[in-house]
């Protein structure tokens, strides 16, 4: 069985599939996790979207946070937003990073890769602080402050996506609250190859909201070859250490 899917309206790939291994719907979207002959191994789909495959995912991990990182040796209170499989939360804490807190909107996301990803997540959601909520929501409510913030989400190229929002004004005023004066806030951007709008677009937004912001790519297969990721701080110091550091290949 071949299953298809889509980059764009016109441009798509096909995947074998070995097992279905699950299939269902939240209040959200559509959930499916199935087996794959090829080097993919293991594949989560939300709405028919690839989000997560055992066979890639550190690629991708990797070059969302290292850079962050190696940019701020210091960093300690993270918050992840989004990032429902579990495996950002694996990769901070393989890295040292204790103080982390996650919101996800999503539980029967969280529940089936407890299931299903154990392999590649540990079962990190466990270990952490979790709050099963609206990411908007529980930013706007925060009045802690964190060093590093990550925007794990869903593509948002569709409005009626509920990581749509995230990339508003209003989010990123209320963001800023919660960050300190070395914060850095980096978000997913989707594929710059062929849909790069959402990258432009949010690098423009958090321009105007913060002193030094950037973008970069890394490879992942699984998603048509690259995803693109838009950073922000205010300091200037840990901006140049970004930028060295991907220049560089952190």
């Not at 989000?51 to 190696?70: R, S």
């Not at 423009?204 to 070859?225: L, Q, R």
Request: charged content about 25%; overall charge negative; aromatic content about 14%.
């Amino acid at each position: 069985m071949y299953k298809d899917f889509y980059i764009d309206e016109t441009v798509f790939y096909k995947i074998k599939i070995k097992q279905l291994l699950y299939s269902g719907y939240s209040q959200y979207q559509k959930i499916e996790v199935f087996e794959t002959d090829s080097a993919l191994g293991r594949v989560l789909a939300l709405d028919d979207v690839i989000q997560v495959c055992t066979g890639d995912y550190y690629n991708y991990h990797q070059g969302f946070v290292e850079p962050a990182l190696k940019a701020n040796p210091d960093i300690s209170n993270t918050l992840i937003v989004g990032g429902g499989d579990g495996v950002m939360a694996k990769f901070l804490i393989d890295n040292g990073i204790q103080d982390i807190t996650q919101v996800e909107i999503d539980q029967k996301v969280i529940n089936v890769c407890n299931q299903y990803f154990t392999n590649i997540n540990d079962c990190a959601l466990d270990k952490i602080n979790l709050f099963v909520t609206d990411g908007i929501k529980f930013v706007k409510r925060s009045k802690d402050k964190y060093d590093l913030i990550l925007c794990d989400l869903t593509d948002s190229y569709d409005e009626n996506n509920s990581s749509f929002k995230i990339f508003t004004d209003d989010f990123f005023k209320d963001v800023k609250k919660i960050m300190n004066g070395k914060s850095i806030i980096i978000f997913q951007t989707d594929l710059p190859f062929w849909w790069d709008e959402q990258r432009v677009n949010t690098l423009e937004k958090v321009g105007s909201h913060f002193n030094n912001c950037g973008s970069y790519v890394t490879p992942v297969h699984s998603y048509g070859g690259m995803s693109s990721f838009v950073w922000a701080s205010d300091e200037s110091i840990i901006t140049d250490k970004i930028f060295n550091g991907v220049t560089n290949g952190a």
